[in-house]
T-cell receptor
Framework: SQKIEQNSEALNIQEGKTATLTCNYT??????LQWYRQDPGRGPVFLLL?????KEKRKERLKVTFDTTLKQSLFHITASQPADSATYLC?????????FGAGTTVTVRA | DTAVSQTPKYLVTQMGNDKSIKCEQN?????MYWYKQDSKKFLKIMFS???????INETVPNRFSPKSPDKAHLNLHINSLELGDSAVYFC?????????????????FGAGSRLTVL
């Protein structure tokens, strides 16, 4: 069966450090992988999309990598700030739906 | 200027009642979805509609009945509510169906409707 696993349920880091989140998948052959951010009491918000032929994508302090051989994506938040505290979800398309991992909750301490 | 709006935001009701959640999007998207997020925060798709046609029903009990009167609206009616229905329900939309082979489709979500069944 298809699975999307985000390895850490929670990640606590010091302000200014880099947070690295992992998303692994099985039984998917994705052409794209997406990352979303969810704040408490709100819906997920799209952050970044990376295609299978792209190794890396950047947006401001965010960086995403995609390794289709390892079936893994890494999501990095560099120079983290308390405002980056949220739950981050990876998502894959397939079978006419977008399926999500369970998310990793990042807390950035000032 | 809310892109995807859901009402109500909170709903508290007794077991056995029937309730509805409404969703509207003003993005001009053709596809709309209902997702359920349980107490463990796992986001699971329930239904998707493309141009008012049902394309995904993810083995949801038939007490849940979605209705799409037009492509800008997707409502969710729940009959005979059970304790296990307590969750946050999210509506979302995209231009084309995610995973439908038309290229990458990013979802825009509403703020969620928190349903509590007592």
């Amino acid at each position: 069966s298809q699975k999307i696993e985000q390895n850490s349920e929670a990640l606590n880091i010091q302000e200014g450090k880099t947070a690295t989140l992992t998303c692994n998948y099985t039984n998917y052959s994705p052409a794209y992988l997406q990352w979303y951010r969810q704040d408490p009491g709100r819906g997920p918000v799209f952050l970044l999309l990376i295609r299978e032929n792209e190794k890396e994508k950047r947006k401001e302090r965010l960086k995403v990598t995609f390794d289709t051989t390892l079936k893994q994506s890494l999501f990095h938040i560099t120079a983290s700030q308390p405002a980056d505290s949220a739950t981050y979800l990876c998502a894959l398309e397939g079978d006419y739906k977008l399926s999500f991992g369970a998310g990793t909750t990042v807390t950035v301490r000032a | 200027d809310t892109a995807v709006s859901q009402t109500p935001k909170y709903l508290v009701t007794q077991m056995g009642n029937d309730k509805s959640i409404k969703c509207e999007q003003n993005l001009g998207h053709d596809t709309m979805y209902w997702y359920k997020q349980d107490s463990k925060k796992f986001l699971k798709i329930m239904f998707s509609y493309n141009n008012k046609e049902l394309i995904i029903n993810e083995t949801v009990p038939n007490r849940f009945s979605p209705k799409s009167p037009d492509k800008a609206h997707l409502n969710l009616h729940i009959n005979s509510l059970e304790l296990g229905d307590s969750a946050v329900y999210f509506c979302a939309s995209s231009q084309d169906p995610a995973g439908g082979g038309s290229g990458a489709n990013v979802l825009t979500f509403g703020a969620g409707s928190r349903l509590t069944v007592l």
